[in-house]
């Protein structure tokens, strides 16, 4: 049950979400549940739209570091619906806490300073992770001819196109194959449940779906 005297931090960090709101909505319904009986008083209220990036993420949140010094003044109580709203840096939250003022998350209203410092350890690994696979992707668009930063077909179409050929040489090969079945007239599904019987595998693998062959003889009949 809240006692005391609150102060509420809300953030989100696109302007998009800002502007719907939703995001700050759903912070505002969460500290709500919070507060919900005991004796409390919400002083004040403060939020923004702003990046969290980087361990000077005080520095570029004015309405936060506003909040601070209100909690100071006010010997109040900063809560926030989440943690990851403060940082997902494990250096800045360490920074929060040492700065004596007062927090809680209403995700997690009972945890120590010890809980709060592996869960943002592993709010920032995640992130880390996050950012890395978004590295590796574009590395590998790269690799692939994609000109980063650049939109539109022709961007596109070196994928496209490796795409089709890849898809066409597989069509190829399974030519005799398929020409075959034709003769000995099978019907569509007929092929599917040769093509499974034979063990041979289906365009990415495992069995083969009616919907593949017909997209196989299509590919076929199509002129090259």
Known sequence: MANGKFISYFRVSTQKQGASGLGLEAQREAVSRFLNGGEWE????????????GADALAKRPQLKAALTACRKEGATLIIAKLDRLARNVHFVSGLMESKVRF???DMPEAN???IHIMAAFAEHE?????????????????????????????LRPNV???????????????????SMK??????????????????????????????????????????
């Open 183 to 224: 003769t000995r007239g099978l019907s569509q599904r007929g092929m599917v449940a040769e093509l499974n019987s034979f063990g041979v595998p289906a365009p990415k693998g495992g069995s083969w779906l009616l919907s593949q062959v017909q997209r196989i003889i299509r590919r076929l009949d199509s002129p090259q």
């Open 161 to 179: 196109e490796a795409r089709q050929k890849a898809a066409d040489d597989f069509a190829d090969k399974l030519r005799p194959l398929f020409e």
């Open 42 to 53: 919400l002083v004040a209220e403060f939020q923004e739209v702003e990046t969290g990036k």
């Open 113 to 115: 300073e010890l809980t």
């Open 104 to 106: 809680v998350a209403c």
């Open 127 to 155: 992130a880390k992770r996050i950012s890395q696979r978004t590295k590796d992707a574009l590395a590998i668009a790269k690799s692939r001819g994609v000109v980063l930063g650049k939109a539109g077909a022709d961007n």
